[in-house]
């Protein structure tokens, strides 16, 4: 089994090449994961940077010691892949950040579509936002990344647009779609952004403004997928075409 993964601000040994892992991360390792002397860990700031190490001791209950090896920066995947997942109901929203961290989706933005049964105001809105954000965090740690999902803020159909005009590769899931996305050339670099609609589907108004930017309407399957498993599907199909999962 691979290393577990653990968060930290900062790799400062204070040149005595031991790491002391404290606070949640630390009383994690001790008392849930229960980790002992000679066993591996990764510490890593999940914007890239990441350091392999070796349990030496612990200390009390939440305090990890860990003689830390060489700290090196993982390199940018390409090309880099943004999922447009509209806000779904209930708690399917972490649902779809879980499973698109884990196949390795580069960024999710969280759009406000104009059919979404739950829209993002105020606390409720903030709230939302951190539990999706918290969600990223955790199944990064829990797939052994050391790059973890970017969560934006969440994003208005204009927004989603100026994204997409920019994109080297956009995509729209729509049952209007003549093509499927499997066999639709895709680039080696740039940025690959896909939308995902809510249940009720992208609206025409919505579609219209997307494809006037750039972006076409593609099929996945024959089948109908859920919001909340249809941007983990597409993009489990796009990292493998592109090659970054060979």
């Not at 190490?53 to 943004?82: A, N, Q, S, Y």
């Not at 589907?201 to 997307?210: D, I, K, N, T």
């Not at 494809?211 to 489990?236: K, N």
């Amino acid at each position: 089994m691979t290393a577990p993964v653990f968060v930290v601000d900062d790799f400062d040994t204070h040149g005595t090449g031991r790491y002391v892992l404290e606070g949640p991360e630390g009383r994690h390792a001790v008392a849930v994961k229960r980790l002992r002397a000679g066993e591996e860990v990764v510490l890593t700031d999940g914007a890239g940077r990441w350091a392999a190490g070796e349990v030496d001791g612990t200390e009390g209950k939440d305090r990890l010691i860990v003689r830390l090896g060489e700290v090196v920066e993982e390199p940018v995947e390409t090309p880099r892949l943004t999922v447009v997942q509209a806000l779904p109901k209930g708690d399917r929203g972490e649902l779809a950040v879980e499973t698109m961290t884990e196949v390795g989706v580069d960024a999710i933005v969280p759009w406000s579509a104009s059919r979404c049964i739950t829209q993002w105001k105020g606390e409720r809105g903030a709230k939302s936002l951190a539990k999706w954000r918290a969600t990223a965090r955790e199944a990064g740690k829990q797939s052994r990344r050391v790059r973890f999902p970017e969560v934006a803020d969440a994003a208005t159909s204009k927004q989603v647009a100026s994204l997409l005009a920019e994109a080297r590769f956009a995509a729209v899931l729509h049952e209007s779609g003549t093509e499927p996305l499997a066999s639709v050339p895709l680039p080696d670099t740039g940025d690959v952004v896909l939308v995902v609609g809510p249940e009720g589907g992208v609206s025409p108004e919505e579609l219209a403004l997307f494809e006037s930017v750039g972006a076409r309407a593609y099929r996945l399957g024959r089948s109908v997928l859920r919001t909340s498993t249809a941007g983990t599907a597409a993009a489990a199909l796009l990292l493998g075409r592109t090659g970054r999962w060979s």
